[in-house]
């Protein structure tokens, strides 16, 4: 049984309308290791759908979370917004509302490309509108409880002033420089680091916040939320969760909802993805360079407390050609091959949309990777795969549109994540040669022995082949020459292929001109 049939199993015992919860604080690039929370938690949603059980999907965005320093990606000009709430800073290129829309629209438009349709909370918004505010004076009104269960579960001890309340200073707009001098219902007089002393109602929104693990049990009972997966970091005995289930218990008499704990995900070369390091890979360029049918196979093909590692190099088109195999044994094309798990249903939940009644038409990824670097519009693309008869003339909207998704997101990987290696560019002109004679010959038996043959893969490669061994020279030699006249480098993809792509008077009037 798939991982996440077992998690809504466990769901369905609890006989209730499931809320199943999934949020990030944006306050830097949303990345592909967040996007695992959010896919893991819209796998059980789907297979709760699929059983006929009643569900919600909800993203919260904490964008009421302070800024905690200038990120590496930030102008040092932000240092005067640190403590302030995101959504109240001025956004880094000007164009979004606030610092927490510049990265969070982008985000919630890569989830629609991604087939995840949640309803959307704002933590400004519920602050301010005063969604909150019974929370914050049952908090407050258990402050010593919840002080107690804090120190006790994490083993830390917090101020002697400290209050479960964040006041924001009304002259700086601080969150993380107030400190609570009294509290009387429904007022907090306070003091800010800035030199302001004030007084604020909490029955007003907005003018403060629960500390993280206070807020999110609250919201927990707020929200109605019976599933809400979460990463290691807050799995940690005495972290987060631990004390969370202690409070929205004790404090909130709410039941703690139903988790898995999640594996970060790795960047290979890098480590673990941190937006405020600058060592992540964003959602929306992670979609731009892989198809997103693949991206959710990348994790529904894996259980979520499984360590993964993400080449965006060579390790991509590994990857795609994965998805491809496992979707032709979906379609009854292919025979499944051993490590195949659970394919019927990583299969349909790796689909954004809808599943297609029969198998999309396929071209392999690498072979793609290749076309495109011939030629870069899609149309002239198009044109070699209809003259080599590599798809059918009458190829319908569906297929071709899928291979236009391909063509662009291969663009986009070479563009900016391939290694050189596999990189080439088809001159227009014959690069500056310095050919020996030996190179020469074998370029004039080659042009007598292909100007003969049908111009397909198969025959040129075979010409190639034979006009080595006829004229006795290596055949390293040989993919060397034509490389070098065509690419104006030594190395390229496989010459059968690549050759067959190119029109054959092209080829051989390029191999005339290098001759001379």
Request: proline residues 5%; charged residues 30%; contains cysteine.
């Amino acid at each position: 049984m798939h991982w996440a049939d077992v998690l809504a199993d466990e769901l369905i015992k609890d006989d209730r309308k499931h809320v199943l919860a999934t949020g990030i604080t944006p306050s830097g690039p949303i990345h592909i290791g967040n996007m695992r929370e959010i896919l893991t938690t819209d796998a059980v949603y789907r297979c709760l759908l699929e059983k006929g059980v009643k569900g919600k999907l909800i993203y919260v965005a904490d964008d009421f979370d302070p800024l905690r320093k200038v990120y590496p990606y930030l102008s040092k000009t932000y240092e005067k917004y640190v403590g302030m709430p995101i959504s109240d800073i001025p956004c880094p290129c000007g164009k979004h509302k606030s610092y927490a829309d510049h990265f969070l629209i982008s985000f919630l438009n890569s989830l629609k490309e991604i087939g995840v349709k949640p309803k959307i909370y704002r933590a400004n918004e519920m602050y301010k509108k005063g969604e909150f505010n019974k929370a914050i004076q049952i908090a407050l009104d258990n402050t010593d409880k919840i002080k107690d269960i804090i120190q006790k579960i994490s083993k830390r001890e917090l101020p002697k002033d400290w209050i479960p309340f964040n006041i924001r200073c009304e002259k700086c707009k601080k969150l993380t420089s107030t400190k609570a001098i009294l509290y009387e219902y429904p007022f907090i007089e306070y003091r800010c680091d800035c030199g302001y002393e004030g007084e604020v109602d909490i029955r007003k929104g907005g003018v403060g916040k629960l500390p993280w693990r206070v807020d999110w049990p609250a919201r927990w009972k707020m929200l109605g939320i019976t599933f809400e997966p979460f990463g290691k970091d807050l799995g940690t005995t005495g972290g987060a969760r631990d004390t969370g289930v202690k409070i929205v218990e004790e404090i909130y008499d709410y039941p703690a909802p139903k988790y898995t704990v999640y594996e970060f995900i790795m960047l290979k070369g890098k480590g673990a993805m941190h937006s405020s390091k600058g060592t992540a890979l964003s959602a929306e360029e992670m979609l731009k360079m892989t198809p997103p049918e693949v991206l959710r196979f990348l994790l529904m093909n894996n259980q979520p407390s499984k360590h993964l590692v993400f080449d965006s190099g060579l390790g991509l088109l590994n990857l795609v050609d994965e998805y491809d195999k496992e979707e032709r044994v979906f379609f009854g094309k292919e025979e499944a091959i051993k490590g195949m798990k659970d394919l019927k249903k990583v299969y349909e939940l790796s689909q954004p949309y809808d599943i297609a009644k029969k198998i999309p038409l396929q071209l392999p990824y690498r072979h793609l990777v290749t076309l495109v670097q011939i030629e870069e519009k899609w149309s002239d693309t198009k044109k070699i795969l209809l003259r080599t008869n590599q798809i059918p003339k009458d190829i319908s909207h569906e297929d071709d549109e899928h291979l236009k998704q391909r063509a662009e997101h291969a663009k986009y990987w070479l563009d900016n994540f391939a290694p050189d290696m596999v990189k080439f560019e088809v001159k227009k002109k014959v690069p500056k040669l310095n050919l020996n004679e030996e190179q020469k010959k074998f370029l004039s038996s080659l042009l007598i022995n292909i100007s003969k043959k049908s111009w397909n893969a198969e025959n040129i490669h075979n010409a190639i082949y034979e006009t080595s061994e006829k004229i006795k020279i290596p055949i390293k030699t040989c993919f060397n020459t034509i490389y070098q006249i065509i690419l104006g480098q030594e190395k390229g993809p496989r010459a059968g292929y690549f050759l067959s792509n190119l029109d054959k008077d092209f080829v051989l009037e390029r191999i005339k001109e290098a001759i001379k």
